[in-house]
């Protein structure tokens, strides 16, 4: 699975900066704008976008079936993306919370990166059970159907922004137990995905 | 010992059956699965790799029944699909800092010699590799963690001669190990009677045959009848047979022929068995 994680980094690295500059750029945006969760919540967009699009990369180049031919099992092929997102979910996270401790801008840190989380987390828990059993073409399909409907979801809740941040921040066990839903949900996404996908012919 | 045991494997698709296939690889040979497009060499090779499940039959590699959870057994086997399927902008560093993470006996500097040797590119991104180079470049990686079996499917077709002549030189030299196995399918018959020490025959999803090469040669031989000579031969010991402007070509076992008969190569043997009448 190392050898999985270092091909996906260094595809990241290599060809896919733009997508890590822009999550960046969104993030930090968040810490010196002071912007809410606006920028925090897209710069995640873009982390779950390079999981995704590496999947479609993987199925367009061979490396699916390539990968068939080495020692690792399917679950193995599953569990690496899933390590992947929760690395760049939370690298994303590490990202956020260092440059505001750094800034002492600590106020909103918390549920920042409870929202960082869920965005993160959700996005793969949604997407990668579609690609690995359905394959790029129709998993994408439903992939920007969950995006087209988080996007629509993130509008509605820009516009609550204070009522989320008042009710996450008084709400402590809510918070818990959404971020509880949400890693939950990503677990139940990872074992779906490996059951289907070591019955798939590839 | 065999190091492939394929028995009564059948796999049933929509436009394609492959059936009842018996193929075995014994320890030390190369064996040359010969087929026309479609013939279900992918197929059977896909089952071996556990791709795809069989609706029927068993499969044995290097020993372990199929299927197995435990990938391990890949550690073995050196596998060479027509398309290898590296990331594209990989080069032959980022090929091996790969490898190494995921197998054991994964050795850097025979890989780099072999590229060497073979005058891959080390600094061309995959992407931007010849077919020929392309090619080896997956042949590089499927023998730099030292397997006892490689098996490739179709990975001389679309090489030119020079480089098909390189490949046939590397798989002699892996067989100098007695314990080295190879299946090797193609539809370019010519690579597989210079390389191979077995053929086997596969059409339509049915084994024709499978025989030692120099076994084949002298089993087997053309024979030019006429049409009398032709009525009094048992139609059961005619494989197959072509009439022609001249006369009738019946391919029989050089035992029963009415004559001395005349030699075949493979690829002749092959297409008569495929294209000629059967009886």
New interface residues.
């Given amino acids: 699975m190392?050898?999985?994680l270092?091909?996906d980094f260094?595809?990241i690295l290599?060809?896919y900066r733009s997508f890590l500059i822009l999550a960046i750029v969104f993030i930090l945006m968040g810490v010196f704008w002071k912007e809410g969760l606006y920028g925090p919540v897209y710069g995640m967009f873009f982390l779950t976008t390079v999981v995704s699009t590496l999947q479609n990369?993987d199925e367009a180049?061979?490396?699916?079936?390539?990968?068939?031919?080495?020692?690792?099992?399917r679950s193995?092929v599953v569990n690496e993306k899933y390590l992947l997102s929760l690395a760049l979910t939370f690298g994303g996270i590490l990202l956020f919370a260092i440059v505001s401790l750094v800034l002492g801008r600590t106020e909103m840190i918390f549920e920042t990166a409870m929202a960082m989380t869920a965005i993160g987390l959700s996005a793969s828990a949604f997407s990668l059970p579609f690609s690995f059993i359905f394959g790029a073409q129709k998993g994408s399909l439903v992939r920007m159907a969950v995006v087209f409907l988080m996007v629509i979801c993130g509008m509605v809740l820009i516009n609550y922004t204070d009522v989320i941040l008042t009710f996450l921040s008084s709400q402590a066990m809510a918070s818990v137990l959404i971020f509880v839903l949400i890693i939950a949900a990503f677990e139940i996404s990872r074992r779906v995905t490996i059951r289907f996908y070591q019955k798939k012919?590839? | 010992m065999n190091a492939i045991e394929m028995k009564g494997i059948t796999k049933r698709y929509e436009r394609f059956e492959l059936k009842d296939l018996n193929l075995s690889v014994p320890e030390g040979m190369i064996l040359g699965l010969v087929g026309e497009n479609g013939a279900g060499k992918t197929t059977a090779i896909?089952i071996l790799?556990?791709?795809?499940?069989p609706d029927e039959g068993s499969v044995q590699v290097m020993g372990v029944q199929m299927p197995v959870?435990?990938?391990?057994?890949?550690?073995d086997?050196g596998?060479v699909?027509e398309?290898?399927?590296?990331?594209?902008?990989?080069r032959l560093a980022?090929i091996d800092?790969?490898?190494?993470?995921?197998?054991?006996s994964w050795d850097s500097a025979y890989f780099f010699d072999l590229a060497d040797r073979l005058k891959v590119p080390k600094e061309t991104n995959y992407h931007q590799m010849s077919r020929g180079n392309a090619m080896k470049t997956g042949i590089l990686c499927?023998l730099s963690h030292h397997p006892k079996l490689l098996v490739l499917d179709e990975a001389t077709s679309g090489l030119d001669p020079l480089v098909r002549d390189d490949l046939l030189d590397i798989l002699m030299d892996f067989t100098r190990d007695e314990h080295h196995s190879v299946l090797l399918s193609s539809h370019i018959v010519s690579d597989l009677e210079k390389a191979c020490d077995m053929i086997a025959f596969l059409h339509e999803g049915k084994l024709l045959l499978q025989e030692e090469k120099d076994v084949l040669r002298e089993k087997y031989c053309r024979v030019s009848v006429t049409k009398e000579e032709l009525d009094a031969i048992d139609p059961t010991d005619i494989l197959g047979s072509r009439t022609g402007k001249y006369g009738t070509e019946v391919l029989m076992c050089r035992e029963k022929a009415p004559s001395r008969g005349e030699s075949l190569s493979i690829e002749d043997l092959f297409i008569f068995m495929v294209k000629g009448e059967h009886r």
């Fill in positions: 190392k050898g999985l270092y091909k260094r595809i290599k060809d990369y180049v061979g490396f699916r079936k390539y990968c068939e031919t080495f020692p690792l099992s193995d012919e590839l | 896909r790799l556990q791709m795809t499940r959870k435990n990938p391990s057994w890949k550690e086997v596998i699909l398309e290898a399927g590296f990331p594209w902008s990989f980022d800092r790969m490898m190494k993470d995921i197998y054991r499927a």
